[in-house]
């Protein structure tokens, strides 16, 4: 079974540019999950899919940070503008539905980089 | 609120060394427990879970008991081996938030051989 497949896994961009993540998840997994951690903390829930529909997206930062799964199956999360501060590794994860005790499985990340 | 607190790192080992590393969590609900590794350059794979009080979680000669009482979930091993260097992460999930984790700031471990 393929896992939770995420790209690019390492960018670099200026501060004030736009950036988009991919993130394909596990096939038949209507949870979706996109995380931030920053380097020396855990990881913090940025937003919550089930299907197609935003479930909590209480700690995003809506005024630069937006996100979409159209279509219940991949999603995308981009920030415009960056700032410094969101140098951080991006985590995707899924997990077979929104139950407490439900496993989530995690993808790569990518190594966000802003100067 | 839901919070977890794991004990600073990083820790150092020498193989077959005893490991523990702590765990304390407060939950507003009735959490499930967990605790996820992450090896060197890949993402965060699950290693053990508890989802009721007094529950034992166990994999890969790791254990962690859910203890209600004193609000923990200790990480455990017998002998470490120099490939379980990796960061520890402890989580848990909440009956009151649906399934939204909240993790711990994660404890980097070293064995040397």
């Known amino acids: 079974e393929a896992g939770v497949a995420q790209s690019p896994r390492y960018k670099i961009i200026e501060k004030r540019q736009s950036v988009a993540f991919w993130c394909n998840p596990i096939?038949?997994?209507?949870?979706l999950y996109w995380y931030q951690q920053i380097l020396g903390q855990g990881p913090k829930l940025l937003i919550q899919f089930q299907n197609n529909g935003v479930v909590d997206d209480s700690q995003l930062p809506k005024d630069r940070f937006s996100a979409e799964r159209l279509k219940g199956v991949d999603s995308t999360l981009k920030i415009q503008p960056a700032k410094l501060e969101d140098s951080a590794v991006y985590l995707c994860?899924?997990?077979?539905?929104?139950?407490?005790?439900?496993?989530?499985?995690f993808g790569p990340g990518t190594r966000l980089t802003v100067l | 609120g839901n919070s977890v607190t794991q004990m600073e790192g990083p820790v150092t080992l020498s193989e077959e060394a005893f490991l523990t590393i702590n765990c304390t969590y407060t939950?507003?609900?009735?959490?499930?427990l967990f605790w996820y590794v992450q090896y060197p350059g890949e993402g965060l794979q699950l290693l053990l879970k508890a989802t009721k009080a007094d529950d034992k979680g166990s994999n890969k000669g790791f254990e962690a008991t859910y203890r209600k009482e004193t609000t923990s979930f200790h990480l455990e091993k017998g002998s470490v081996q120099v490939s379980d260097s990796a960061v520890y992460f402890c989580a848990l999930s909440d009956t009151s938030t649906g399934n939204q984790f909240y993790f711990g700031t994660g404890t980097s471990l070293t064995v040397i051989p």
């Open positions: 994860a899924s997990s077979l539905a929104g139950q407490f005790y439900n496993e989530q499985f």
């Open positions: 096939s038949g997994h209507a949870t």
């Open positions: 939950a507003t609900g009735y959490p499930s």
